[in-house]
């Protein structure tokens, strides 16, 4: 067994592995960069797509289902195996992706057209992505599906967002069956709608994400209070509280906790609760609204306490005072509306959609607030926000930020350090071997170090051109493969020594000529000068062509 790590290695975004056994070639997530990576979204595979056979999905989210469409353009003709809530969830994010897609790739050839630039075709369509879907083979929850006689996969919850996925995948390799299990990304314990982590018993190896694993989510107990307090601190003076949010799963969670917040203090007239019951609260995301209603449709994957709500009568994903802002016009009436507000719309890292009007109309003003409710990656309009810049350009116009600027970790998606060690502390048989990925660098490795203190198990922090061969149950072999990087580096060394050979020429025929000139009567000063100068500069470049080629 061969395992390649071809996305999320040095960052958070862009999830895609893929595991050789059995002649088979396996896709784990094949999702899209965001941030400081966004523009390795074009690069083509690593691996050509008419050559896998098929794709294991670990849930929705774009960063690791995003670029599938993009998989199937270029080829890919096998099957794709996830739960059925993240079916149905691919359903209206592929095709939003693929709508945000067209429409940068519009404004980006309209840009072009004034300037005599090329055009940029989308990464794809919302035809590719609707075409995307027949491949798709939704899934039970521990169901036990035969890849082939050799190999065989089980989804587990995990916790994350609705259909999110924990992937067993069992490899009869030889005489031997290793089992690999694949974490995707885990959710908290308690999480609002949702099930916790399913424990896993026993793995050969681990791959596991290490989003939050040099953090600790403090105060999760009191995370709604905190975001009514700010709400209504906001409000008494004047200002709104703008919500950058994920459209699927982070939206849903605090409109159940609002709900669940209004209804536990129903009948308390005149308190600050009664206050809040007059502030209305806008979804202001087309995809979030449509992803409620796949919630809504999936309520059997939704945990006891939720259920329970439902089994009430009572609807835990709506309240009196919920609005859906669903058209453009809705949307920028929300900017207009001078009423203290709470709106919540996508993308949760601020890089694209509605949030981008919203904060260019709020951002400036002293009393807004912008509450940030989960992870922002690294280059991201969210992140460069929480790190304190002052300065902002925004949709083509530079923005003062005056706005107040929370950050309430209690509603991450993602679990925290404790709660990975104890995800693998609940393992009756430890894995051999740990492949952390899907964080960055200070946190994969805190993460690394405390899993080998605490369970004395040698972690691997993957790398890109990196094949991990697996001769058995506690055996890694690292070969080192050629990237295309490397390659473009080599035919740079290359052009170089050759300009190295052809300026040598040049020096040599400069110095003779020197010395023609020389021995000359009639000297001209003024051109043994031009030549001395020319002999230096020669000289010079040779050096600096000596040192690059060295290195």
């Known amino acids: 067994m061969k395992i390649r790590f071809l996305g999320a290695v040095n960052g958070v975004t862009g999830s895609n592995h893929l595991i050789q056994a059995s002649g088979r070639n396996i896709m784990l997530d094949c999702g899209m960069y965001q941030g400081k990576d966004e523009d390795l979204n074009a690069e083509e595979f690593a691996v050509n797509p008419a050559e896998i056979d098929c794709l294991l999905l670990s849930h929705s989210h774009i960063d690791h289902s995003g670029r599938i469409p993009l998989l199937i353009k270029k080829g890919f003709k096998g099957n794709i195996y996830c739960s059925k809530p993240a079916y149905d969830l691919c359903e209206i994010m592929l095709l939003d992706s693929a709508h945000i897609q067209e429409t940068e790739a519009e404004w980006k050839n309209n840009k072009a057209k004034r300037s005599g630039k090329e055009f940029v075709e989308p990464l794809y369509t919302q035809e590719d992505a609707l075409k995307s879907l027949q491949y798709f083979k939704p899934v039970l929850y521990d169901q036990i599906i035969n890849i082939d006689e050799n190999i065989t996969v089980r989804f587990n919850d995990a916790g994350h967002i609705l259909g999110s996925s924990i992937i067993e995948i069992w490899i009869k390799d030889e005489e031997d069956t290793i089992k690999l299990v694949y974490s995707g990304d885990l959710g908290m314990h308690e999480k609002p709608l949702l099930n916790d982590p399913v424990q896993i018993n026993k793995a050969d190896y681990l791959i596991m994400e290490a989003t939050y694993g040099n953090r600790i989510h403090e105060n999760i107990n009191e995370r709604t209070g905190e975001l009514i307090n700010i709400i209504l601190k906001t409000a008494r003076r004047g200002g709104s509280v703008i919500i950058p949010s994920f459209a699927v799963g982070r939206t849903q969670e605090l409109i159940y906790e609002l709900n669940k917040y209004y209804d536990s203090h129903l009948n308390e007239i005149g308190t600050e609760e009664n206050e809040l019951r007059k502030i209305p609260v806008y979804i202001d995301s087309p995809l979030a609204v449509k992803a409620t209603e796949v919630f809504k449709r999936n309520s ?7 259920k329970e709500y439902i089994m009430k009568g009572d609807n835990p994903l709506d309240f009196q005072n919920l609005h859906f802002a669903v058209t453009a016009d809705e949307s920028k009436q929300l900017n207009f509306s001078k009423e203290p507000k709470i709106i919540i719309s996508a993308s949760g890292m601020c890089e694209a959609g ?28 969210g992140r460069r926000l929480l790190d304190g810049e002052k300065n902002v350009k925004i949709l083509g116009e530079e923005i003062k930020v005056n706005a107040e600027i929370y950050n309430i970790k209690g509603f991450s998606g993602h679990a925290d350090k404790p709660a990975l060690l104890n995800w693998i502390d609940g393992f009756k ?48 072999n690292e070969i080192v493969l050629e990237s295309k990087k490397q390659k473009i580096e080599d035919n740079h060394i290359n052009e170089l020594l050759k300009e190295f050979e052809e300026l040598k020429k040049v020096f040599e025929n400069a110095l003779i000529n020197t010395k023609s000139y020389l021995n000359d009567e009639d000297i001209d000063i003024d051109k043994i000068k031009n030549i001395n100068n020319n002999i230096k500069s020669l000289e010079n470049e040779i050096m600096n062509l000596t040192i690059i080629s060295a290195k």
């Open 300 to 306: 059997h994957a939704f945990d006891k306490e939720a």
């Open 354 to 381: 509605r949030i981008r009007h919203h904060l260019k109309h709020n951002l400036w003003r002293k009393e807004a607030s912008i509450v940030f409710v989960g992870y922002q990656a690294e280059g991201t309009l």
């Open 429 to 476: 048989e430890k894995p051999g071997k740990i492949f952390i990925v899907h964080g960055e660098k200070e946190a994969k490795e805190e993460l690394a170090m405390e899993v080998k203190e605490r369970f004395n198990i040698n972690s691997i922090i993957p790398e890109y051109n990196i094949l991990y061969d697996i001769k058995e149950k506690n055996f890694v």
